[in-house]
């Protein structure tokens, strides 16, 4: 050893004599460190450094420091365990091991793709065809699909149900399918089950029903209109040849198919084609609203027709019990007790036979003091001498919850007027299963009473909840001890609570299935995802009833279709009907079929006296099922702009008349049954009656909808579904807070009008075009520079045309899907912090009892001078170059200066932590194309930017520009009216720059310099002169 | 002795100190309140409870942090609440003090010595209750320190047309230059206290802040100079603070910010709640610590000629916007005036026009204006008055703008009340403790008022 070692030596055993953890460790001593090598080499001089490191290479301490993982001053783990401390972890990992022991954790390979898929780009988004299915209507769709998760839901273009809008139920139900709430498993009695234990557990009982030809078999569905579906159950009934199938919805189609019945002796669909409309009636018809079959493609002919700047303007009449959206658009509007329409109906026919002589109408009940009376007179009239003048050019659409009668009347009158194969059409009816579900339903009850039931299936439904009251469904199937009592449904609710089965269903985007459209188009229903949680569809589980054991919904559904499409080109049809999104040829042809007589007896009769009820499906979720959406709960009502609850509707006048005021609670009380909720008063409601919506008040619906609103199936018997008279209303004593997005509803001030709805009649606006132009400041009267934008190749703007909108509030269903907008709750409802980055205005105008309405949509105006931009502290809301307000969302600091300056209000701010970022589900649901906003950051339209960006890298890629007709927004894309139209400013030729060309365009408080880019084009409205006075 | 100086014309005018004193004892008696009398249970009770509230609001504001502003009661469209209604109101108040003490320097007003350090001091802890309210009320409060122009990495930079970066600039001006005024002022008489204290550690804390004061002719000669030159800088302040303010308002477009004759409406505005919180300090103060030959009732007189004075100014501010309201024609600013005298704060706004404009009118009558009671008691409806007009215009105006459809309601939480009462128990906490560790009227100041003073020819 030489002096260099030695002094090494020195400098190691001084370190060494500092505590060190390896002391604890016996027999580690004398250890060198990276410390002390670089000290020793340090120390060392000359050209000996140049040797050092071999020399030390020989040496054991260097050879150990090599071995060593970590240099010396690294943490280490070196304690010496004691045994205790053995023993303790010893413990602690045989327990760990021991819990993961208890499922078999699934194979999860983590290779990157070997094979790319096929047109697989992570980022881009794939679209498939799908349809949705409400009450057994599809509405096809294209699903836009993100790595294999489905993130949003357009209408499919080349459907002709659909022409690409949508509803707003076809748009929140992929909130549904991630819903967190939904069922997970398969539980008997509340355990957890497998699908493999439930078969095990039905295939004794279903072996014993052989012996009686399945006599103790009962099946109840929702309205099927699945061919592949319908053939399975008929399946199974010819396997058990006693078993029944029973259809129960309660939001369903009967008096239509009933009342054809009385006209035609068969059950037909009625289609309407109103693009060839001169004149609509509408007798308590909701045809622009979700959940009407063919609302998408009505609504787009209808808006076809309502332009003035593109020929001529079709009229709209309404005769109706509940404020609707169609009310809204009428151009004459007559508000009349549901019990009251077939005496119109029957004035209008009878007024119509006279040949225009003036004959003894009889009105409404026999108050003579009916305040509408001369309305009334007058409107029978005139639409009768309209409906005259437009012959074969003309509608009469009937309301769903009209009884049969009127549907038979409209048929008659439809039919007289030479409307047949012209306007209106008829096909076999889309329902698979025709059949008066009351009836059905109630004939189940009383099987299940009698004790004749021993196995019963419910595919979908909650009919514990929403079967008519006075058949005590729930109550039935508690007490009469059904051995075999299965539910197959989305949410562990009412019903599956009462049965011992039940099955975690298959949401329609997990699986496979068919539907008719409205004109009996059938769509395929692809699944976009493998189950969640291993749902299962109801094609799977009648096809083991049926049978066929185990199989998948894909063989079901494609087997059917073999059949029905036998050959061997039956890859390339299968592979077109999945790409197209329906199966050519299955549409309906129309039906030549006359009424068989014009005279039907009289329904009900008025009581002028006593209060009606009206009973209607909710604008938001439906009749219930939908009561777990957060998205539909929070979706303002188109008329009443509430969210979250189903207030009782009263007329102003009624309302005056009790002295009641908004958000009193009230009682109302029907056949002895009492149901207490506050009400709502809504302008144009008809006096003497009430309207309470369905699908609220569910007792396990999920954390939306668990406790939100009042139930009203309590009030609802199987002999009035729809509406009676009778009820009594008394003042319960006690307010109600109602959750509103839209306090006032007036564009009226006490100090005079504010134009921000400019409408017209059709007349007015052809002798005065520019009537909706206001006086805008000059362009230059601005402190800043203007923005140059003649270089720019792309600016944007956007035009809505408040004449096509008919407030359907897809728009808003849609953005929310699109830019990951949350869901605030009730409670920040009522503060008036909702979220939505679009919203539709309505205003009513004038007489309170029959006012005129106005739909206005408002999203970001994208001010060319605007107001939020130049007070922002920090440049979070920036001018892009193609004339955007950019919200840049890491910058904003949420001073919220910018949302006080915003005239139009449409800035939306993070109070709270309102988004969810903790749920899977919902991250999976997101759309990865927009940033998921935090706490204390103000939001708000920006026109889809990221739609823009990836057109615009696209377009480039391909160096061409962005086509006029390619890029959209996603409010744009949903609108089944074409009412929004988004584009390039730029270009001439574009579609928007078009609009905003049009006389009656119009920017909305235009007169503040703040020149918005979103322009709105004013409301033309095509009343009949006679009426006008 | 001499007679204390009076002013020979107005024979009648009360003196600014009463007659009897000498510099000695002018000393003793301001300094024994810091130093030789005993704390009262008084102090302790005014502290302990001023010290909760302000705990309350350090409890208000952690929990504000941890959820969110949503817990208040804003919304949309009511963006701003009670945090910036009380922003205004706090730097509002703080104008009075330097009012006093710079402008009314440069004037010559000698009255103003035995008022301005408590004002000064009122300003400073006024300026540090608003500074808490833009802060706080932000949605994302740690990235403050974005609207300060430095050098970064994220290629950020404040934007400067935002009235709210003024804001930032004008408020952290006032704040600095007040701080610095108070303490120049306070130097001699830090020095004093040094000299006179018995305690080590009071010595040696005093001597520390005293910076070394001799009272050699060069320090009195520095001293002059340096608090002449930071009056010269102050005075512009009290006009330009509270102007960048109005900007943050008036350069908006809502109806009811945006109109023209904010700046000088709120300057006046700020002077008159400003003297009513001087007043609001004084009185009691005066009476709890027998200071009333110091703060006499020309000090009172005085003050409430000012509030009278910026009173009619805010008046015709009122009338102006009442006016305007109907002349411009505008639609939007037509019915903000109906909405003020018929809306949903309708109440409010009466109950502004009396604290602000009717009931203040009282001071007209002398008598009225030499009760120090009825003086508190008119300072406090001042007060109120003034923090309701701030409440009108941020709040009566948001509610209810242009789009008929848009329109909203503002109920503050009980956290925007537990923050606004909790700054009040900051700043009276702060106000203890200036009472009880300095000497709150300036002590050599007060003795050039003395005849003592006067030079002899």
Same mark, same amino acid.
């Given at each position: 050893m030489d002096a260099r070692h030695s002094r090494a030596k020195t400098l190691m055993e001084e370190e060494n004599k500092k505590p060190h953890r390896e002391e604890v460790c016996p027999g580690k001593k004398d250890k060198l460190d990276l410390k002390a090598v670089s000290a020793q080499i340090a120390a060392t001089k000359g050209p000996e450094y140049w040797r050092s490191l071999e020399e030390l290479a020989g040496t054991p301490e260097f050879q150990e420091m090599l071995h060593r993982e970590f240099p010396k001053g690294a943490s280490e783990w070196l304690d010496a365990v004691s045994r205790r401390g053995f023993l303790k972890l010893m413990g602690a990992s045989l327990a760990m091991a021991g819990m993961t022991a208890c499922t078999k954790q699934p194979m999860e390979p983590i290779v990157p793709y070997v094979r790319q898929p096929e047109e697989v780009i992570p980022g881009r988004p794939l679209f498939f065809a799908s349809a949705f299915t409400l009450s057994g209507y599809a509405t096809p769709i294209m699903v836009e699909s993100h790595l294999y998760r489905p993130t949003k839901i357009e209408g499919n273009d080349q459907h002709p149900a659909s022409l690409g809008g949508t509803d707003v139920f076809t748009q929140a139900s992929l909130l549904e399918m991630y819903d967190p709430d939904r069922s997970q498993t398969i539980t008997y009695l509340g355990d957890v089950r497998t699908w493999g234990g439930f078969l095990d557990a039905i295939r004794g009982p279903l072996n014993a029903q052989k012996a009686v030809?399945?006599?103790?078999?009962?099946?109840?569905?929702?309205?099927?209109?699945?061919?592949?579906?319908?053939?399975?159950?008929?399946?199974?009934?010819?396997?058990?040849?006693?078993?029944?199938?029973?259809?129960?919805?309660?939001?369903?189609?009967?008096?239509?198919?009933?009342?054809?019945?009385?006209?035609?002796?068969?059950?037909?669909?009625?289609?309407?084609?109103?693009?060839?409309?001169?004149?609509?009636?509408?007798?308590?018809?909701?045809?622009?609203?979700?959940?009407?079959?063919?609302?998408?493609?009505?609504?787009?002919?209808?808006?076809?027709?309502?332009?003035?700047?593109?020929?001529?303007?079709?009229?709209?009449?309404?005769?109706?019990?509940?404020?609707?959206?169609?009310?809204?658009?009428?151009?004459?509007?007559?508000?009349?007790?549901?019990?009251?329409?077939?005496?119109?109906?029957?004035?209008?026919?009878?007024?119509?036979?006279?040949k225009g002589d003036v004959i003894a109408l009889t009105g409404p009940g026999s108050d003579a003091a009916w305040a509408y009376k001369h309305e009334y007179m007058e409107m029978v009239s005139s639409v009768a001498k309209d409906l005259k003048a437009h012959s074969g050019s003309s509608i009469i659409i009937v309301g769903d919850h009209q009884p049969p009668v009127v549907h038979a009347l409209a048929h008659a009158i439809n039919q007289a007027l030479g409307n047949v194969g012209k306007t209106v059409f008829y096909t076999d009816p889309v329902d698979a299963n025709p059949i008066n579900q009351t009836e059905s339903i109630k004939d189940l009850v009383a099987e299940m009473r009698a004790g004749k039931v021993d196995m019963l299936f419910i595919i979908g439904g909650n009919p514990a909840y929403d079967a008519p009251v006075d058949l005590g469904f729930a109550d039935a199937l508690k007490t009469t001890n059904i051995p075999m009592r299965v539910h197959l449904g989305l949410y562990q609710d009412e019903t599956a609570e009462l049965c011992q089965w039940h099955l975690n269903e298959a949401h329609y985007l997990e699986s496979w299935g068919d539907i008719r459209a409205y004109d009996g188009t059938v769509s395929i229903v692809q699944p976009l995802i493998a189950p969640l949680y291993s749902g299962k569809s109801a094609y799977e589980l009648t096809a083991f009833l049926a049978g066929q054991a185990e199989a998948s919904g894909h063989e079901v559904v494609q087997g059917y279709w073999k059949k029905q499409h036998p050959g061997a080109d039956f890859d390339a049809f299968w592979r077109k009907s999945l790409h197209d999104g329906w199966i050519a040829g299955t549409t309906f042809t129309p039906k030549s079929i006359n009424p068989k007589t014009a005279n039907f007896p009289p329904s009900t009769a008025s009581d002028a006296k006593s209060i009606e009820i009206n009973f209607r499906r909710d604008p938001s979720v439906y009749d219930g099922c939908f009561s777990n959406n957060g998205w539909l709960q929070e979706l303002p009502k188109p008329m009443s702009k509430m969210t979250w609850d189903n207030p009782v509707f009263i007329g102003p006048a009624m309302a005056a008349r009790m002295g009641l005021?908004?958000?009193?609670?009230?009682?109302?009380?029907?056949?002895?049954?009492?149901?207490?909720?506050?009400?709502?008063?809504?302008?144009?409601?008809?006096?003497?009656?009430?309207?309470?919506?369905?699908?609220?008040?569910?007792?396990?619906?999920?954390?939306?909808?668990?406790?939100?609103?009042?139930?009203?199936?309590?009030?609802?018997?199987?002999?009035?579904?729809?509406?009676?008279?009778?009820?009594?209303?008394?003042?319960?004593?006690?307010?109600?807070?109602?959750?509103?997005?839209?306090?006032?509803?007036?564009?009226?001030?006490?100090?005079?009008?504010?134009?921000?709805?400019?409408?017209?009649?059709?007349?007015?606006?052809?002798?005065?075009?520019?009537?909706?132009?206001?006086?805008?400041?000059?362009?230059?009267?601005?402190?800043?520079?203007?923005?140059?934008?003649?270089?720019?190749?792309?600016?944007?703007?956007?035009?809505?045309?408040?004449?096509?909108?008919?407030?359907?509030?897809?728009?808003?269903?849609?953005?929310?899907?699109?830019?990951?907008?949350?869901?605030?709750?009730?409670?920040?409802?009522?503060?008036?912090?909702?979220?939505?980055?679009?919203?539709?205005?309505?205003?009513?105008?004038?007489?309170?009892?029959?006012?005129?309405?106005?739909?206005?949509?408002?999203?970001?105006?994208?001010?060319?001078?605007?107001?939020?931009?130049?007070?922002?502290?920090?440049?979070?809301?920036?001018?892009?170059?193609?004339?955007?307000?950019?919200?840049?969302?890491?910058?904003?600091?949420?001073?919220?200066?910018?949302?006080?300056?915003?005239?139009?209000?449409?800035?939306?701010?993070?109070?709270?932590?309102?988004?969810?970022?903790?749920?899977?589900?919902?991250?999976?649901?997101?759309?990865?194309?927009?940033?998921?906003?935090?706490?204390?950051?103000?939001?708000?339209?920006?026109?889809?930017?990221?739609?823009?960006?990836?057109?615009?890298?696209?377009?480039?890629?391909?160096?061409?520009?962005?086509?006029?007709?390619?890029?959209?927004?996603?409010?744009?894309?949903?609108?089944?009216?074409?009412?929004?139209?988004?584009?390039?400013?730029?270009?001439?030729?574009?579609?928007?720059?078009?609009?905003?060309?049009?006389?009656?365009?119009?920017?909305?408080?235009?007169?503040?310099?703040?020149?918005?880019?979103?322009?709105?084009?004013?409301?033309?409205?095509?009343?009949?002169?006679?009426?006008?006075? | 002795m001499d007679e204390p100086r009076q002013p020979a014309t107005l024979s009648d005018r009360a003196p600014v100190i009463e007659p009897g004193y000498t510099f000695g004892s002018v000393t003793d008696k301001i300094s024994s309140i810091v130093l030789t009398r005993p704390t009262s249970n008084g102090w302790f009770l005014g502290f302990g409870v001023a010290f909760l509230l302000t705990m309350m609001m350090l409890y208000a504001i952690g929990y504000l942090f941890v959820r969110g502003v949503g817990i208040w009661g804003i919304t949309i469209p009511i963006g701003w609440g009670f945090a910036i209604v009380n922003f205004v109101w706090w730097i509002g108040i703080g104008h009075a003090g330097t009012l006093i003490s710079a402008i009314l320097l440069l004037l010559r007003q000698s009255w103003r010595n035995s008022i301005n350090r408590f004002a000064e001091a009122m300003t400073l802890f006024a300026v540090a209750c608003a500074g808490t309210f833009p802060l706080i009320h932000m949605g994302r409060p740690w990235l403050a320190y974005w609207l300060f122009p430095y050098p970064n990495t994220m290629n950020y930079w404040p934007q400067f047309r935002s009235p709210l970066v003024w804001d930032v600039f004008a408020v952290s001006t006032y704040a600095t230059i007040s701080f610095l005024f108070w303490f120049i002022g306070l130097v001699p008489d830090l020095a004093t206290l040094r000299d006179r204290s018995t305690n080590r550690w009071a010595q040696m804390i %005093? !001597? /520390?802040? #005293?910076?070394?004061?001799?009272? =050699?002719?060069?320090?009195?000669?520095?001293?002059?100079?340096?608090?002449? +030159?930071?009056?010269?800088?102050?005075?512009?302040?009290?006009?330009?603070?509270?102007?960048?303010?109005?900007?943050?308002?008036?350069?908006?477009?809502?109806?009811?910010?945006?109109?023209?004759?904010?700046?000088?409406?709120?300057?006046?505005?700020?002077?008159?709640?400003?003297?009513?919180?001087?007043?609001?300090?004084?009185?009691?103060?005066?009476?709890?610590?027998?200071?009333?030959?110091?703060?006499?009732?020309?000090?009172?007189?005085?003050?409430?000629?000012?509030?009278?004075?910026?009173?009619?100014?805010?008046?015709?501010? %009122? !009338? /102006?916007? #009442?006016?305007?309201?109907?002349? =411009?024609?505008?639609?939007?600013?037509?019915?903000?005036?109906?909405?003020? +005298?018929?809306?949903?704060?309708?109440?409010?706004?009466?109950?502004?026009?009396?604290?602000?404009?009717?009931?203040?009118?009282?001071?007209?009558?002398?008598?009225?204006?030499?009760?120090?009671?009825?003086?508190?008691?008119?300072?406090?409806?001042?007060?109120?008055?003034?923090?309701?007009?701030?409440?009108?215009?941020?709040?009566?105006?948001?509610?209810?703008?242009?789009?008929?459809?848009?329109?909203?309601?503002?109920?503050?939480t009980r956290w925007d009340w537990m923050t606004f009462i909790g700054t009040i128990g900051l700043f009276l906490a702060a106000m203890f403790l200036f009472v009880r560790i300095l000497p709150m009227i300036s002590i050599f100041e007060m003795r050039t008022l003395l005849p003592e003073a006067e030079v002899k020819e």
């Open positions: 030809q399945g006599a103790g078999i009962r099946i109840l569905t929702r309205t099927v209109s699945s061919p592949a579906l319908a053939d399975q159950l008929r399946s199974v009934l010819k396997l058990y040849p006693q078993a029944k199938w029973h259809v129960y919805e309660p939001v369903n189609r009967e008096n239509v198919l009933e009342g054809a019945k009385l006209a035609f002796g068969q059950p037909v669909e009625t289609l309407y084609k109103l693009e060839n409309a001169d004149v609509i009636v509408s007798l308590d018809a909701d045809f622009l609203c979700a959940g009407f079959p063919g609302n998408t493609r009505y609504i787009r002919d209808f808006a076809k027709r309502r332009n003035p700047d593109a020929g001529n303007m079709s009229r709209l009449y309404v005769v109706e019990s509940t404020p609707s959206s169609t009310g809204v658009k009428a151009d004459h509007r007559l508000p009349l007790r549901a019990i009251d329409v077939e005496v119109f109906a029957r004035d209008l026919q009878r007024h119509w036979e006279a005021k908004t958000e009193d609670l009230v009682t109302l009380e029907l056949n002895g049954k009492k149901v207490t909720a506050p009400i709502w008063i809504q302008a144009g409601h008809p006096d003497n009656s009430i309207t309470v919506f369905l699908g609220y008040g569910r007792r396990r619906a999920g954390r939306a909808g668990t406790g939100a609103g009042f139930d009203m199936y309590p009030l609802r018997s199987s002999a009035t579904p729809w509406f009676t008279t009778g009820v009594n209303i008394a003042k319960a004593g006690g307010t109600y807070k109602l959750a509103t997005t839209q306090g006032y509803q007036t564009m009226d001030t006490p100090v005079g009008a504010r134009p921000q709805v400019r409408t017209a009649s059709v007349d007015e606006y052809r002798k005065e075009p520019e009537f909706a132009k206001d006086e805008e400041p000059p362009k230059e009267l601005t402190l800043y520079k203007p923005y140059p934008y003649e270089k720019e190749a792309y600016v944007w703007g956007m035009a809505i045309d408040l004449d096509a909108c008919v407030g359907c509030n897809n728009c808003i269903v849609a953005c929310q899907a699109e830019n990951n907008i949350p869901v605030v709750g009730k409670e920040q409802v009522v503060i008036g912090r909702h979220m939505h980055w679009l919203r539709v205005d309505t205003y009513y105008q004038g007489d309170r009892d029959n006012p005129k309405a106005y739909f206005q949509p408002v999203p970001c105006q994208q001010c060319e001078n605007a107001p939020c931009e130049v007070v922002c502290p920090v440049g979070a809301t920036v001018h892009s170059t193609e004339g955007l307000n950019d919200m840049v969302y890491n910058r904003c600091v949420g001073t919220r200066y910018c949302s006080n300056n915003c005239p139009y209000k449409v800035r939306r701010f993070n109070f709270l932590l309102f988004q969810d970022w903790e749920t899977p589900q919902y991250k999976m649901m997101r759309n990865p194309d927009v940033t998921v906003r935090s706490r204390g950051v103000m939001e708000k339209c920006t026109y889809c930017v990221q739609r823009i960006t990836q057109h615009r890298i696209d377009s480039e890629r391909e160096d061409r520009k962005i086509q006029d007709s390619e890029l959209q927004t996603a409010c744009q894309q949903s609108c089944p009216a074409n009412a929004i139209v988004f584009g390039n400013i730029n270009d001439p030729n574009s579609q928007v720059s078009k609009l905003k060309g049009v006389p009656r365009n119009y920017g909305l408080l235009a007169d503040l310099n703040t020149r918005p880019r979103t322009t709105y084009l004013a409301e033309i409205r095509n009343p009949n002169s006679e009426l006008q006075s | %005093y !001597g /520390i802040l #005293a910076l070394g004061w001799r009272g =050699s002719a060069r320090h009195w000669h520095r001293y002059e100079t340096a608090y002449l +030159l930071l009056a010269g800088l102050a005075t512009p302040l009290v006009l330009s603070v509270h102007t960048v303010v109005s900007f943050d308002f008036a350069i908006a477009i809502v109806p009811g910010w945006h109109t023209t004759i904010f700046p000088p409406y709120f300057v006046a505005g700020a002077i008159y709640s400003g003297f009513a919180m001087v007043l609001m300090l004084a009185i009691p103060i005066r009476k709890f610590y027998g200071l009333e030959d110091f703060i006499t009732e020309r000090h009172l007189q005085n003050s409430a000629k000012v509030m009278l004075a910026t009173g009619l100014i805010v008046a015709y501010g %009122y !009338g /102006i916007e #009442a006016f305007m309201g109907w002349y =411009s024609g505008n639609r939007y600013d037509a019915f903000l005036l109906w909405n003020r +005298l018929h809306g949903p704060y309708a109440p409010c706004y009466y109950a502004l026009l009396a604290c602000n404009i009717f009931i203040p009118q009282l001071l007209w009558i002398r008598k009225l204006r030499t009760s120090p009671l009825a003086l508190f008691l008119l300072s406090a409806v001042i007060l109120v008055g003034m923090w309701l007009e701030r409440f009108i215009i941020v709040v009566v105006s948001l509610h209810r703008d242009f789009l008929t459809s848009s329109w909203g309601m503002y109920y503050p």
